[in-house]
């Protein structure tokens, strides 16, 4: 099955990678990325970096998994530290890999594109690890947590989109800084444990609030800014400003722009909806997280790839119809929601593998280039 048009494919050829802005901490990072890089052998592939950072939180993520089915409960100090220390090792590896692509004379649009889809997928691995730190299951503080992480990095590939622009954070709180304090969560749970996140700070209303609350607090002040400011960018732009080759066969304008924001609120919405609810058997609430996770970065990635290939956005309604049926289901029991979290599990992650699969086999393809290896070029 081809998931991309020719049209798309040509678009993604003609793609020009765009730098963001730096912060004070990617500059300090700089000398050493540029080291690392410069050491790497030559025959290495910059996807086959991106993959590797990638597989390091996937296993980080599997052992919570193991050992914190639901999230709740405690693991050993070294599972947290080792989650922490995956983060870094990722964040790194994720600033290398461009780097080793000029380097290597490979750069080519699917570089970014499989950047920025395993950032996509990352995202909910991330908020896993971080629900299992704090030994809280799905409820209310899962919700906050996933709105407060999912939205800005969600609207910054909307803005992308939109105005041709990756804005995230400011010069001097951006995504490396939003890691290593990620994982600063992480090393302070080894060393003190999840409890930590559960002391009574005061009583509120007749609730606790906790020190986890307190964090949280933080993370719903930085999310209103940024969302605010993205948002503003983007309703405010004249699309005649943008050049002809930056529009393409987009639709944008302020009408499309509120359908695509809608679109991703929908999904953000009513996988928050699914998790609001404490789960009532083993491995639900894991099951309903992966779900809504898979189908964030699913739909995250279709945006990603239609702002490089400059087409219209045209979320899977599949996708975003498992979410609003889980939300439902939890509430009307119309099917038992275990059998149900875990059939929607089922579906939602052969349909993202079948998806990332197969637009790779294209580019590749289209582009006569290899994913995870270095073609050699053809000689005269």
């Not at 296993?59 to 693991?75: C, K, N, Q, S, W």
């Not at 294209?362 to 006569?368: A, E, G, K, R, V």
Request: with cysteine; charged share 10%.
């Amino acid at each position: 099955m081809h998931y991309l048009s020719d049209a798309a494919l040509q678009g993604l050829k003609e793609y020009t990678y765009k730098p963001g802005g730096y912060t004070w901490l990617d500059n300090l990072h700089n000398p050493l990325w540029n080291y690392t890089t410069s050491k790497l052998p030559m025959w290495l592939a910059p996807n086959l970096i991106t993959l590797s950072g990638l597989l390091g939180v996937v296993f980080a993520h599997m052992l919570t998994v193991i050992y914190l089915p639901d999230f709740e409960g405690r693991a050993p100090s070294w599972a947290y530290t080792l989650a922490g220390i995956s983060v870094v090792i990722y964040a790194n590896l994720d600033c290398i890999d461009g780097k080793q692509a000029r380097r290597t004379g490979s750069s080519s649009p699917l570089g970014q594109l499989f950047d920025h889809g395993c950032d996509a997928y990352v995202v909910h691995l991330l908020i896993g690890n971080i629900m299992a730190c704090a030994g809280h299951t799905c409820g209310p503080r899962t919700v906050i947590g996933c709105v407060t992480i999912m939205l800005p990095w969600a609207l910054a590939q909307w803005e992308e989109y939109h105005t041709g622009h990756m804005l995230y954070g400011n010069g001097y709180w951006g995504v490396l800084e939003a890691l290593y304090g990620t994982t600063f969560f992480h090393i302070v749970t080894g060393v003190f444990g999840p409890s930590l996140w559960s002391i009574k700070l005061f009583e509120i209303g007749g609730h606790n609030f906790l020190t986890l609350d307190a964090v949280l607090s933080i993370l719903c002040t930085t999310c209103s800014i940024q969302s605010l400011g993205q948002i503003w960018r983007v309703l405010t732009l004249d699309v005649k400003d943008l050049p002809p080759k930056e529009r393409g066969n987009k639709e944008l304008g302020g009408r499309n722009a509120a359908w695509h924001l809608g679109c991703m609120l929908f999904v953000i919405g009513f996988g928050s909806l699914w998790v609001l609810e404490p789960p009532s058997s083993a491995g639900e609430c894991r099951a309903a997280f992966t779900t809504f996770g898979t189908a964030y970065a699913y739909i995250a990635t279709q945006l990603i790839v239609a702002h490089m290939s400059k087409i219209a956005f045209e979320p899977s309604p599949w996708a975003m119809g498992i979410l609003f049926l889980g939300a439902v289901n939890t509430r009307l029991l119309i099917v038992n929601k275990l059998v149900f979290a875990f059939g929607a599990l089922g579906v939602t992650a052969f349909g993202y593998m079948h998806y990332i699969v197969s637009i790779v086999r294209q580019i590749c393809q289209f582009l006569d280039i290899w994913c995870l290896s270095i073609k050699a070029r053809k000689t005269s």
